[in-house]
């Protein structure tokens, strides 16, 4: 991908990103009644300016597998609250204890600790309110209603697995623990990555395709693409930490040795890192490439979150 | 009721809280893996010896409308797994900040901060996993499909709303707001005990009522009566606080007074809210007697609820 090539498909990303909010505003809450401040704190959280690649990705994947109609759009925007709950739970001062995030002070330090857990829990809550809207208006025609019923109850049953503890905060959990003993080996940095990272990656791009009517092999083989560009977009975060243009990635470089965090590049070293990013970007690509239907702009994306440099 | 009579009620109801929990632990994740941690303090604070009073009323009213058959089972689960993790972050420090629960430390205290703030998503997350096995396995005969699916997901948005900002989330808000701001009046109380605690019993009857089958109407009245429930045993909880015998209780006597909490009983006087409880326990009773179907136990087990002396 030349300069060029990849300004155009920056455009293109950062428009997609601006339609997918616009679908996000749409479910959110009223920020009204006596629930009012937890409400106004959710909004200051999920508006706070994300890529919305896990939606993204939901939505392209549902188009790649022949997906019409507004079915995935409560799933986009459940997807993206649980999101950004793990993000305003990671930030507390029990957690990492983060006050900036994106350059905007974090949920706690604006609605204090207290506001900021019940605001985490509310939006994993509503993630699941939001998701069951699949049921009121999902209309497609000419498919059966059991059919249609056995597809979203998949689906939330996918989002609920790739959250919980056999995905996101299961890595949670491992990464607590490792912050905490000190010590990580390869095996716990990889679960980790697994499953705080890539789980809600392959939960967006199974559920686009379960809701589009994609048969058990093609969700399979998009589970494992998934999980490659999640760990992969992990591996390259350790190593734009070390190569990285400080201008370019928003953060200071060498702050995961000055912190003395162990990453896949401090346990591996830094070509072995590379080596594994590429390997993981070319499976991922060709298991895109191996789905009938169009997945060009799937393709541009995954290189373009892979091989980013910031 | 009497003393006798009182006994073999309380006999009754404690050994059917035995069988709930045995249903319940049936439901939990295997302590094992790199989640393993999160999954004890999921443990560890589930089991923590409840009255499991949702799950009970989940069940009784699914028997009263003539429900057969498990597919109520996982529901119990999760409403206990909601009712728990709610109790988990409020006990945290940025919330009520409480040490002891029931007289054994609480999940913060135990496995730490932020492992209590991951065990509370864990339960929560895990209610929706659990509810979801409705799908698996609820196999009744001669209910064609789609109606078991519309049942099942009106049973999971009727949880989800009930425990999220318009429902319990909502009264959580509302305390949080009200404790921060020094003040309260009568609407606000009662918001809060609608929320915070008439929500999940109105989810547990309502969810009882839909998997069995139940029409609008009869849903209605069950929505009704166990807000009446809710909110008197709230109501009685702050007189409990001001007339209770210590001993009884496990707790201090005034200790509303001292720590300048405001009260039903504080706000509108002690005769106000006696009355107050009377008059909801007869709107409960009236319902569940207007209701085809034995509700023997569910009329003694409310009047027990509501006129407890501890």
Known sequence: MDAEERLTLEKEIIKKAQDIEEIIKTYLPKEEGLQRTVIEAMHYSILAGGKRLRPMLMQETYRLCGGQGDCVKPFMAAMEMIHTYSLVHDDLPAMDNDEYRRGRKTTHVVYGEGM??????????YAFETALKVFDSCEVDGVPLADRYRAGTRALSILAKKAGIYGMIGGQNADLEAEEAGELSTDQLIFIHEHKTAAL???????????????????????????????????QDDVLDVIGDAGDLGKSIGSDEKNHKQTYVSLKGLKEAEKEVQSRSEEALAILKSLPGDSTFLQKLTEYLIHRNK
């Open 116 to 125: 900021a857990v019940l605001a985490g829990d509310a939006l994993l809550n």
């Open 201 to 235: 990656i392959e939960a967006s791009m199974m559920i686009g395709a379960v809701l589009a009517g994609a048969d058990e092999e093609t969700v399979s083989a998009l589970e494992r693409c998934a999980s490659h560009i999640g760990i992969a977009f992990q591996i």
